[in-house]
């Protein structure tokens, strides 16, 4: 079976594609630059798209029995005008946008579609509230970005195709993402906390995430929104502390203060000094997804052993 992903060279795409080869699927990828690649020694199918022009090799998705939506640029990659944020919404719903319409004149044989999308939908800051996914959107920009990406992934959904939106937390990985931001300072010892410390961190093992693609790629139970995230959310502090306790490094710094941030970063500070204590609500009840890493100290030590 082939898995087509769009996004395939970033953080998650990278490992997903690690792990569907060794699974023995076929993976390719959606790309602007074609290039040969091999991944445990079985080479990537590589097929040239141009989203601002319209383009796409149909023989991609004319190929494909499974389709991953991770394309975007990173929400967190430069501070927020309002260019930017067109380029970060656009990123993400103008490439659904270009399959949608690709598909629409083609005979394919994708049966199941999976998209991402992230715990912003409900806001930035949403407090100590507990967010299962009946809650309601938030309204601050990251919520509209996801609120328009999950609406352009329904857009597959309404051509037949079963599409599961996976809403996902801070993603720990020691290659990329939140996490090596995170450490850096830890490791020279002067590791703190940001803003008031207590705002939540619901996250998920980057394995764990992969694993979660595959199931809902394969799992024909599973439709719609689902929070990809680890059972047990812990505060900023407590992710900072215990990244120190598993690298044997100092924690005794101030809290960096939220007026420090806000200067630095602007409105993009909202994503470090918010926080959201997520529930994975439809996982747990009605998957049978098995979990590796359901405490941070666990993942963080598989992490950074």
Known sequence: ?????????????????????????????????????????????????????????????????????????????????????????????????????????????????????????????????????QHIAGKDFVADCCIQWEASADKIQALGIRTVKLRTGIVLSEKGGALPRIIQPVRWGIGAALGTGKQWQSWIHLDDLCEMYIKSLTDNQMLGAYNAVAPNPVSNHDLTKISAQVLKRPFWMPNVPAFALKLVFGEMANVVLGGNYVLNQRIIQETDFDYKFVEIKKALEDLLK
């Open 1 to 133: 079976m082939n898995v087509l992903i769009t996004g395939g060279s970033g953080l998650v795409g990278t490992r997903l594609t690690e792990i569907l080869i060794a699974r023995g699927f076929t993976v390719s990828h959606l790309t602007r630059e074609v290039n040969d690649k091999t991944v445990g020694g079985k080479p990537i199918k590589k097929y040239l798209w141009d989203i601002e022009n319209g383009i796409i090799d149909k023989k991609a998705l004319l190929e494909a029995d499974y389709l991953v939506h991770l394309a975007g640029a990173g929400i967190a990659d430069e501070n927020w005008s309002e260019e930017r944020k067109k380029e970060i919404i656009d990123s993400r719903t103008h490439s659904i946008q270009l399959i949608v319409n690709t598909l629409n004149n083609l005979s394919h044989r994708i049966i199941s579609f999976v998209s991402a999308s992230g715990i912003g939908y409900y806001g930035a800051d949403t407090g100590n509230e507990h967010i299962a996914e």
